[in-house]
């Protein structure tokens, strides 16, 4: 696999980053992961406009420009033949070899930008009906941005794992916020119900995608807070990430969701994401 390290394209066993680099050692960093299908880039405006937000709130410097950076992607994705996969994208504060909390001085030190691309032949087929368990979101309170400390979201998927689920569903204040790589939703009565943004949730480009479909295609939405007590009630429910696209959830903590099949309106969703997106894709 080739991949992409500040500015040269490599074999990914020659590509390399500092030990000192402040991704490494403060998760001083952000991400983006971009779909492909047909060999080509899902909604890459959306996740260029959220790098150039993350970015700004850290106060890193944006060191490419979005042309340079759609250019990377599709390079990427010919050179290694991606038909279905995603395109990860990283960037962190750089290296700074006195490790200071301090952050550097932008002059001396510049970002670190690297990309790899997973190839994932079956992405867009591949509907699995999602068994999740709800655990408590002990985050930090900024993730409305992309950053690449994502180790509490981990522990969420192996506890989800240990527990015969899928996935896990954050609860703060006795609300869900999100999954723990994900937007959620449940649909009562044909309504699509899903937190608003703030501070509090990662602001989806899928999930900007798929309530816009929603609205064209006169659904009901409701952005508002749900309990886990509310969501088992749900008719059904389903999440959204720009690599599971819209994915039906039938069980959480062990409760079957309506007659357990995926639901309709999450298929529907997908279907029209799927569709709409790949008119749009370059
Ligand atoms: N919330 C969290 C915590 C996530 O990690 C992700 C995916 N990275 C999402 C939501 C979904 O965002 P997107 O649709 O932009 O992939």
Do not use: C
């Not at 006195?98 to 079956?122: A, H, S």
């Not at 749900?226 to 696209?245: H, K, L, M, Y």
């Amino acid at each position: 696999r080739t991949v992409y390290v500040n500015g040269e394209y490599l074999p990914e066993t020659e590509a390399s980053v500092s030990i000192f680099d402040r991704g490494f050692l403060f998760a001083d960093a952000v991400y983006e992961v971009t779909s492909v299908l047909n060999g080509k880039l899902i909604d890459f405006e959306g996740h260029a406009v959220r790098l150039a937000r993350s970015l700004n709130e850290l106060g890193i410097e944006n060191p490419i420009s979005k042309e340079d950076l759609l250019e990377v992607h599709r390079e990427l994705v010919r050179v290694n033949e991606i038909d279905e996969g995603l395109v990860y994208l990283q960037i962190s504060r750089g290296a700074d070899s006195d490790r200071d909390f301090v952050f550097p001085d932008p002059e001396k030190v510049k970002p670190t930008v690297v990309l790899f691309t997973q190839n994932k032949p079956g992405l867009a087929e591949t509907v699995k009906p999602m068994k999740v368990i709800s655990i408590e979101d002990i985050r930090w309170g900024r993730r409305d941005i992309k950053t690449v400390q994502l180790l509490y979201p981990s522990m969420g998927k192996m506890m989800a794992k240990a527990a015969g689920a899928d996935d896990a569903w954050l609860i703060e204040d006795g609300f869900v916020t999100e999954g723990t790589s994900n937007n959620v939703y449940i649909v009562k009565d044909g309504k699509i119900i899903t937190r608003g943004l703030s501070n509090d949730i990662l602001h989806g480009i899928t999930r900007a995608a798929v309530l816009r479909f929603a609205e064209e295609a006169q659904m009901e939405i409701e952005e508002r807070n749900f309990t886990i007590e509310e969501a088992q009630n749900a008719d059904e429910a389903f999440f959204t990430s720009a690599s599971a696209f819209v994915m039906p959830v039938v069980e959480i903590d062990g409760k079957a969701l309506g007659d357990g099949a995926p639901g309709k309106v999450a298929l529907r969703l997908r279907e029209i994401y799927l569709d709409e997106s790949l008119k749009k894709a370059v």
